[in-house]
């Protein structure tokens, strides 16, 4: 047996919470999925503005900072979402051309990324709207992330200001 120091001991006492040591609720049964995957789980798109339910969708990648950022933010003001991931579920072509009518190629598309900067020099040149799109659903990572529909519009990126005043 290894020495003491290394073995795993589990707590024998509950706090006062009703929570375990580790944080895990005592008061609802598990349901099978780990913390992290539970974490992915989202109330089906519920917001409450003004009195009405609206439904928001977040698009993007959860490894990427900005994603990272823009669900802390959404999370820490109660704005209940559902998230879409491209890299599992890809990305729609009809979607992805309508987001580009709405806020432009410009917005939509990421130049500044790795993924763009390995494409053919052919691939690059004379980009339009239905090239644009080609490329975005055969490689998500060329869409600027995070993407964030709701009944307002279309946001495009993280910004903290913008946010707020698109969504509340």
């Not at 823009?70 to 729609?92: N, Q």
């Not at 055969?138 to 869409?143: D, E, F, H, K, M």
């Amino acid at each position: 047996t290894p020495p003491t120091r290394w073995r795993w001991r589990l707590p024998t006492r509950i706090s006062e919470q009703g929570r375990d040591p580790f944080g895990l609720s005592l008061s609802k049964p598990c349901s099978g999925l780990s913390r992290t995957r539970q974490s992915e789980i989202r109330p089906f798109d519920k917001l409450r503005a003004n009195g009405n339910s609206v439904s928001i969708k977040l698009y993007g990648i959860p490894n990427c900072d900005t994603v990272k950022k823009a669900r802390t933010w959404l999370d820490g003001r109660g704005i209940a979402y559902t998230f879409h991931d491209y890299k599992k579920e890809g990305a729609d072509p009809a979607r992805l051309a309508r987001w580009i009518d709405a806020a432009g190629l410009d917005t939509v598309l990421n130049r500044r990324g790795t993924t763009f900067r390995a494409l053919p020099e052919a691939d690059k040149a004379d980009i339009d709207a239905a090239k644009a799109v080609q490329l975005m659903a055969a490689s998500p990572s060329l869409i600027k992330r995070p993407v964030v529909e709701h009944p307002g519009g279309v946001l495009v990126g993280f910004n903290a200001d913008v946010w707020a005043a698109a969504l509340g």
